[in-house]
């Protein structure tokens, strides 16, 4: 599951730096894997200590059948961010993204469960309600639950930042 922050309209400058200032470009690979952990931090703090809280107050609860165990730490939430440009269309295209490996089985469900919510399933209200998503929220998201509401308060932050780092390179690379 990714996220991506972009920057665009600042191809032929990009393309500038990427020929001709190989440290300015590693500038800014490293300024927006930078900026893009912005996001990943906010949805780590986003992260709550038990996924859904049963009655009895103690994680999944009776949502789990047989010997499975579903609980999780909040370390086991491992985000990861990356850096990608790409040429596409005659523009050059710069992205932070930001990764959630979900191959832990509590944390896909947790991210992931009721983000949709069509089969009407109890375990999705009450994720839901817990959690404080719901369908279309642009805020709090529904999926997926944690990158979607870090990525709607950082994004425009991490995009404004990339933009400038951008241009300060152009800048170091036109007085050089």
């Known amino acids: 599951m990714v996220m991506q922050v972009k920057v665009e309209g600042a191809a032929a400058k990009i393309d500038a ?3 001709f200032d190989k440290q300015a470009w590693k500038a800014i690979q490293k300024g927006v894997k930078d900026a893009t952990a912005e996001i990943t931090e906010d949805a ?8 859904i809280i049963s009655l009895r107050g103690n994680g999944w609860g009776r949502w789990t059948s047989g010997p499975r165990d579903l609980s ?14 790409r040429l596409q269309g ?3 295209e710069v992205e932070g993204r930001a990764q959630l490996d979900t191959s832990s089985p509590a944390v896909a469900i947790f991210t992931l469960a009721g983000s949709q919510n069509r089969s009407g ?3 999705n209200r009450v994720i839901n309600r817990q959690t404080g998503t719901r369908q279309g929220a ?7 639950r944690l990158l979607t509401p870090a990525y709607h308060a950082k994004a425009p932050e991490a995009a404004k ?3 400038v780092l951008i241009e ?8 050089a």
């Open 90 to 92: 005659g523009f050059r």
């Open 161 to 163: 930042t990339i933009g």
């Open 44 to 51: 780590k703090e986003r992260v709550p200590q038990m996924g």
């Open 72 to 85: 999780y730490r909040p370390a086991d939430f491992k985000f990861k961010t990356r850096f990608r440009s």
């Open 121 to 123: 399933h109890p375990f």
């Open 138 to 144: 642009r805020g709090v998201g529904m999926w997926p």
């Open 168 to 175: 300060k390179a152009v800048n170091d690379t036109n007085r």
């Open 17 to 19: 730096i990427m020929r």
